[in-house]
């Protein structure tokens, strides 16, 4: 994180990108790093885990691994699903769609695309077309 936004490193194309403050971004950060800190009567600064670098880290500050957080996603799910929060899973990726979907106009600046092309085909692949099934003459 930095005074202008959240800083990242896409992993498979290398992009860097800042995704700029606003005030919502700002609320969900709070809301993660206050997560991150130990609740109840135990609590002492040297129960505190350590903030790290990353938004979602180990106890010891550290990133997680893919599997690692695979696992947290997959119990974060069963969990939101059991309280009826959500009515189906969705994956990470789904969210990364999901913008490119609601705002096409802006989506390759926003998923670290170089150009146009890209972002359309990532667009295309997650269009579902509709179709009536033929009706049987009898």
């Known amino acids: 994180m930095t005074d202008e ?9 290398g992009a860097r990108l800042i995704y700029l403050w ?19 009567p135990h609590r002492t600064k ?5 903030i790290g670098l990353h ?13 690692g ?8 799910m069963k969990k939101a699903l059991g309280a009826g929060v959500i009515k189906e899973r969705f994956t ?8 490119a979907t609601d705002d096409p106009l802006s989506a390759q600046q926003r998923l670290g695309h170089k150009n146009r092309s890209m972002t359309d085909r990532y667009i295309k692949v997650r269009k579902v077309e509709k179709v009536k099934p033929l009706a049987k003459n009898i």
């Not at 040297?46 to 350590?50: D, F, K, M, N, V």
């Not at 957080?69 to 974060?76: L, N, P, V």
């Open 69 to 76: 957080f695979d696992s947290i996603w997959q119990r974060a």
């Open 22 to 40: 606003d005030a919502e971004l700002r609320t969900v950060v709070a809301r993660i790093k206050a997560m991150r800190r130990p609740r109840g």
């Open 55 to 67: 938004l979602f880290c180990t106890r010891a500050g550290q990133p997680y691994t893919a599997s």
């Open 46 to 50: 040297t129960l505190r885990r350590p």
């Open 5 to 13: 936004g959240i800083a990242v490193t896409q992993g498979k194309t």
């Open 92 to 99: 990470e990726h789904d969210i990364r769609a999901k913008t």
